[in-house]
Structure formats: C-alpha cells, structure tokens
C-alpha cells in the first residue's frame, strides 16, 4: 500500500496570505489528522477528521481550519499567516478502529516571511 | 493521557541493542503505550505498541513492566539509520486519538 502523501512538501508565504495544504491517506483510511511541529512547541495536535466530520480538535486559533472529502483526503488551510506559522505540518492516517495506529505522512514544510 | 518521561540522549555503538526506556507512572487501564521515531524533519515513524503484554515486531522489542509503569523499547542491532529522536506516547485506546508528544529521546548511534 501506497503511505500518505503530502502536498506540497515545501512552500513559502508572506505575513498575511493564507495557504492550503493538502494530505491523502492511505488507501483504506477514514481518519486523518493534523500537527503542527516547531522547534519551540514540538508536536502539537491540531485536528482530526473522520468521515468527513471533524471529530476532535487541539488548541490552536480559528485561522486553523480544515476539511475531509468523500475520498478521506484532507485539506487543512490557515488564513491570515503569522511569523510563527511556519513549521513543519504532518498529516496522519489511521483506520479507525479500537487501537489502530496512526501512519505519518512525509510533511509540508512552511516557511513564512 | 498520562505523561511520559523520557532522557533527553543517548549514544549506542553500532551493532548493539539500544535499550530505551520510559515512565509512565500514572497510565490507566485502558491506556497504550507507542513508541515512533522522527528522523531529521521527516514524518515520525511507527515502531511498536502494546498494552501490558510484551510485543515483538521486525523493527523492535517492547517490554512492559507488571506494574506497566515503565516500559522500554529496544531496537536489537542498532545502525547509523537507527539514530533519530524516538518518542514514548501513552495514548486512550478509544476517544481521544490525538498522540501527545513530548520532548522524546535522542539517539546516536555511534560507528
């Protein structure tokens, strides 16, 4: 089975612009959820979607949005970018049952000046 | 989820079991302990998880105390390749899903 596949892996924005990131699990999958890694913060938890319902959100600002399609790829777009947004963002996959693990994606690089 | 705690480094020589532990002294009944590993700004990486038994895969061992306060995950022949951060996460095996990481455990493996 294919992993999960992040697009783009590299981007860079100016203070203010808005982005979307986008993330498709593997095959199979109906979960996908979203992190946030900083050198400052680590990993932090931003969301997560299932069957296109969000079913679980971390503490981060309303310019932090996402969605999931039919498909169970995800998007997740951040509006109004701030310095401090640039981090690594990851996406996760995971099948949805009792236990199941969640399987990483390669990550979107943002850098925002 | 219960906290976990983990040091900071540790170095290994090629070819020896890295043996890397982790407390989790507050777990509850129904909690899980993973562990993955993040190589330079990649994507963590699923090693392992188990309850209380001990578990066994083809990338590592997982040894979970009686008292499941303590765990250790021990990759058997440590490689360049194998140095990386790796992070022991407790997690509910139902409701919340999200992994909560911590500062994790910088391994070098040394040549």
């Known amino acids: 089975k294919a992993g999960v596949t992040q697009t783009p892996r590299y981007l860079i924005k100016t203070r203010g612009q808005q982005v979307t990131l986008s993330c498709s699990p593997i095959s199979g999958h109906r979960s996908v959820s979203w992190y946030q890694q900083t050198p400052g913060q680590g990993l932090q938890f931003l969301f997560e979607y299932f069957s296109e319902t969000q079913r679980n959100k971390g503490n981060f600002p309303g310019r932090f949005s996402g969605r999931q399609f039919s498909n169970s790829r995800s998007e997740m777009n951040v509006s109004t970018l701030e310095l401090g947004d640039s981090a690594l963002y990851l996406c996760?996959?995971?099948?949805?049952?009792?236990?199941?693990?969640?399987?990483f994606g390669p990550g979107t690089r943002l850098t925002v000046l | 989820d219960a906290k976990t705690t983990q040091p900071t480094s540790m170095d290994c020589a090629e070819g020896r079991a890295a043996n890397l532990p982790c407390n989790h002294s507050?777990?509850?009944?129904?909690?899980?302990v993973y562990w993955y590993r993040q190589i330079h700004s990649q994507g963590p990486q699923y090693i392992i998880h188990?309850?209380?038994n001990n578990e066994t895969n083809e990338m590592a061992s997982l040894i979970i105390t009686e008292d499941r306060k303590s765990s250790t995950l021990i990759l058997p022949h440590a490689t360049l390749r194998d140095t990386a951060v790796y992070y022991c996460i407790v997690r509910e095996g139902t409701g919340r899903r999200a992994l909560t990481f911590g500062s994790g455990t910088r391994l070098q493996v040394q040549p």
């Open positions: 188990g309850l209380k």
């Open positions: 507050t777990i509850s009944g129904n909690e899980y």
């Open positions: 996760a996959s995971m099948g949805g049952g009792y236990t199941d693990t969640q399987y």
